[in-house]
């Protein structure tokens, strides 16, 4: 008995085609599978490559890779060793800043967020939704100064860094879905953005029993078959949807019915759909970009804001550290002027003018002091240890720093009179320059855009399409045909292969064609109604706490100001007293040299004389705390310390070291 087609002939050849598509095919994904794991960009650095665009083309396999991002630097930059002099960091506020630009890790941290709002960028212009920006602030680098709230009277280190908390904004920011984020899941989708090419192939053998051979003259059917199919689909922003695709399919049987074996067929196919309703227009399907590039200001705004959190915390502690060496010295001139009354009063006990127990008394006030003055340079040593944290990359424990003393050589400037400014001029000011308030309506104005998809999905969805397609037929005519009483001979036209079918498509010879109208009509749209009155709703609250934020800075404004003429006062006032008890010093040493006062007296004095000292140098310590308030809250902190944003940004400052002053360097 013959055996039916194929079974023993060919068992297994129908997979080993060499047919060209299949081989391309086979190439490209050798070629793909072949690519490196890392993509290399010729770069120095995050911030020279824009992640909001693709990486090359699919032709040069760039897009399959994944973009180069650099290791993080956290080596130190040659500006810190630069400024170490005989183990000595002498430091001017200026040069802190400079460093800080370079090696503060809060800013280092902060550099990446406008990158990944680039990658969001990237995600919305595929019609993706958006994975969000961050708003936070980092205060890890620059923890809380020793001593606090400048009131350096001892008792060691009141406060640690803070860590990380949300912006100015924050509360606007969540009202309104995070700045866009989370509000863009709801409502309409928007369609995918990004072209796309599919290719398959199928290679497979059937064989189908047969309950009589007078259908295919055997028993068995066996059908040897190869499908091909490409199609290319493409969506853009008006809610349009375009499809081309083509497809070929080779068949060989065993039957004798068929006119032709084996037989090839092809086809064209176009079609294009059109949103009427829901997902109509750019507004709708553009709005995930615009919201992205918004968020690209408000990353911008939230690492100024970084900025000057930065700057704003390590001027603290660098004023904190010149208040403390100051309570040092005063310190160490309670130490002289006890250590002068104890020699006086024994001089004055060897004259027997005064009792043993008297230079007894002196000397414990002396040992007062001096413990004094070991707990303020205690205070010092960890002052700087805080502001090391802030300088290096490496921490307090940093290999460059390790035993190095910062020695500050700025001072802080009283004017003989505070310029005088309306407060509305520092309102506004303080409205216009603030970061914190600019995102906060950036993120209502992403909340107005997500609002058109969200409002768009009240819509019943209403879609139309048109579709073409051209079919081809050919193949070679079956010498084992049997033509059925009735029926025609086989048609010459289609005699052919592959080229032949295609030639048919291409000549519209066989065409079809339509349009289908998709209607879809919601009988409740509870869920497109409660998003919509959520998202009115949020952006109601949204509004009011805007306000809320702005009455917040006039707040904060007035109160500034009024802290700054408030810290003014008491620095004079305090100055004033600690002249007057140092007159009462001298004045009551005198009296004792006559004879005419006690050591008590002397020691109640010199007791006033330091408290009046510490007031002084805590005034001072409190105006200047105060002049940076009112900077901080009215905006001008990077202007005021001629901070350049895109210095920061790149770290690398421009600026050169400050001469250090003569006297400094000659040493006690």
Do not use: C
């Not at 990486?55 to 630069?82: H, K």
């Not at 805080?386 to 190095?404: E, F, I």
């Not at 000011?429 to 209502?444: M, N, T, V």
Request: a neutral charge; aromatic letters at 6%; hydrophobic letters at 40%.
């Amino acid at each position: 008995m013959e055996e039916p087609y194929g079974v023993a002939h060919r068992p297994w050849g129908i997979f080993m085609t060499r047919h060209p598509f299949v081989r391309a095919l086979s190439l490209a994904l050798a070629l793909l599978l072949a690519l490196p794991a890392v993509g290399q960009e010729a770069t120095n650095g995050t911030a020279d490559i824009d992640y909001s665009l693709s990486n090359g083309a699919f032709w040069n396999f760039g897009i399959y890779r994944p973009r180069y991002v650099p290791e993080a630097d956290l080596a130190d930059s040659a500006r810190l060793d630069q400024m170490i002099r005989n183990g000595k960091l002498y430091l001017s506020l200026a040069d802190a800043i400079a460093l800080a630009i370079e090696n503060n890790l809060d800013l280092a941290v902060a550099r990446y967020s406008p990158l990944e709002a680039e990658a969001d960028l990237l995600r919305a212009r595929a019609g993706a939704n958006l994975s969000g920006v961050q708003t936070q602030i980092s205060t890890l680098s620059t923890g809380q100064s020793v001593g606090g709230n400048n009131n350096f009277t001892g008792g060691g280190i009141s406060g640690q860094a803070t860590g990380i908390s949300q912006g100015a904004s924050s509360s606007v920011s969540s009202a309104s879905g995070g700045a866009g984020n989370a509000a863009s899941f709801f409502g309409t989708q928007t369609i995918n953005l990004d072209p796309q090419l599919t290719a398959s192939t199928s290679i497979y053998r059937t064989s189908v029993p047969q309950v009589t051979s007078f259908i295919v003259g055997s028993n068995t059917l066996i059908n040897d078959a190869r499908s091909y199919n490409m199609s290319y689909s493409q969506g853009f922003v008006t809610g349009t949807t375009l499809n081309i695709s083509t497809s070929a399919f080779r068949q060989r049987n065993n039957s004798i019915r068929n006119n032709f074996n084996p037989t090839i067929s092809a086809d064209i196919s176009a079609s294009i759909t059109q949103r009427l309703t829901q997902g109509f227009g750019r507004a709708v399907n553009a709005r995930n970009i615009r919201i992205a590039r918004n968020n690209q200001e408000i990353e911008d705004l939230n690492f100024e804001e970084q900025v000057i959190t930065t700057v704003s915390r390590l001027q603290t502690l660098y004023w904190d550290l010149v208040t403390l060496r100051q309570i040092v010295e005063a310190r160490r001139l309670d130490v002289e002027l006890a250590e002068k009354l104890v020699t006086d009063t024994a001089k004055q006990v060897e004259l027997g003018f005064q009792a043993q127990i008297e230079v007894t008394r002196s000397q414990a006030e002396a040992t007062t002091f001096r413990q004094q003055l070991v707990q303020a340079e205690a205070q010092v040593k960890e002052q700087q240890e805080v502001l090391k944290n802030a300088l290096t990359k490496h921490g307090p424990t940093s290999v460059t720093l390790a035993g190095v003393e910062i020695i500050p050589t700025d001072s802080v400037f009283v004017p003989d009179q505070e310029p005088v400014r309306p407060v509305q001029d520092l309102v506004e000011e303080a409205l216009r320059s603030q970061p914190g308030l600019s995102r906060s309506r950036i993120s209502r104005s992403n909340a107005d855009i997500n609002l058109r998809g969200i409002r768009n999905a009240l819509k019943p969805a209403l879609d139309v399409s048109a579709f073409a397609t051209n079919n081809g037929l050919a193949g070679t005519i079956n010498p084992n045909v049997i033509v059925a009483p009735g029926t025609q001979l086989p048609d010459a036209y289609f005699v052919g292969g592959g080229p032949t079918a295609y030639a048919q498509a291409f000549r519209r010879n066989f065409p079809d064609y339509g349009v289908q109208f998709r209607l879809s009509i919601p009988l409740k749209n509870r869920q497109a109604q409660a998003d919509m009155s959520r998202e009115l709703l949020r952006q109601r609250k949204s509004d009011i706490q805007i306000r809320q934020q702005e009455n917040s800075i006039k707040l904060d404004v007035a109160r500034a100001l009024t802290s700054l003429n408030q810290a003014r006062a008491s620095y004079d006032v305090a100055r004033e007293a600690r002249e007057l008890r140092d007159e009462m010093v001298e004045a009551e040493r005198k009296r004792f040299a006559l004879g005419s006062s006690t050591i008590f007296q002397i020691i109640q004095a010199q007791r006033d004389l330091s408290a009046a000292r510490t007031n002084e140098v805590n005034a001072l310590s409190s105006y200047q705390a105060a002049r940076l308030g009112l900077q901080q809250v009215t905006g001008q902190t990077l202007k005021a310390n001629s901070v350049s944003l895109e210095e920061a940004y790149s770290g690398q400052s421009g600026k050169s070291a400050d001469p250090v002053p003569p006297e400094l360097l000659k040493g006690p």
